[in-house]
């Protein structure tokens, strides 16, 4: 028991410094509606195919990840991704379904991927990452470690995660929908570059669609 004492400090310690010491109750949405034109603009993306626009926005900045998750995600090694799906078919409904969100980096190898390829994680997922797993006897005792402030926020950026997240949609005509992917970096804090392949299946005739839109993260 006394040999596992400080790596848990360890833990408590590096868990606080990635949620901070200061959490609203309630953190800010975010939609493609909020945007304004500035810096974070220049770096969305578009891809279009079969009357399916969808456009991806990196969260690579420190400020903005904070405002919206209350985290240094990529300081974590999370990488977050805003997505809008847009169907201006006029006769195509289409499942979008967020395992068939795949990204892949070239020439890096992630603990995610096979051959480069890595599938969105669940929010749940995404916490665990930063160590920071909320739920199960096996991480209580790092909970144990934190402030009850600390084990707060804690609960406050993995209820972002999850509420945050894209969710699998049947998108009639005319219809959209929006949300966030996570990722696991293929190394903490450092720029990567690829392609995110976002596939939906035509509900009519079970074809897919799938589109490619590149990626350049670039953490600040």
């Known amino acids: 028991m006394n040999v596992k004492t400080p790596s848990l400090t360890l833990a408590s310690v590096a868990l606080a410094s990635l949620i901070g010491c200061s959490t609203p109750e309630r953190l800010p949405e975010y939609s493609s509606a909020a945007r304004t034109g500035g810096p974070a603009d220049s770096t969305i993306k578009s891809a279009e195919s079969n009357g399916v626009v969808v456009s991806v926005e990196p969260f690579a900045d420190k400020a903005r990840c904070e405002t919206y998750f209350a985290i240094n995600a990529p300081a974590a090694g999370i990488a977050i991704f805003h997505v809008r ?73 993995q209820r972002n995660f999850t509420e945050k997240e894209l969710l699998d949609r049947t998108l009639p005509p005319g219809d959209a929908t929006e949300g966030f992917l996570y990722y696991q970096m293929p190394q903490k804090g450092s720029p990567f570059h690829g392609t995110l392949d976002v596939s939906l299946v035509n509900i009519a005739n079970q074809q897919n669609n799938t589109l490619q839109i590149p990626i350049d993260y670039e953490p600040q």
């Open 85 to 157: 799906v847009e169907n201006h078919s006029p006769d195509i409904t289409w499942l979008l379904s967020k395992a068939q969100c795949r990204l892949r980096v070239s020439g890096q190898n992630s603990s995610l991927a096979q051959a480069n390829t890595s599938q969105s994680t669940s929010s749940g997922q995404a916490m665990a990452m930063t160590g920071a797993v909320l739920m199960g006897a096996v991480t209580m005792p790092v909970l144990i470690g934190l402030g009850g402030h600390q084990i707060k926020h804690a609960t406050t950026v």
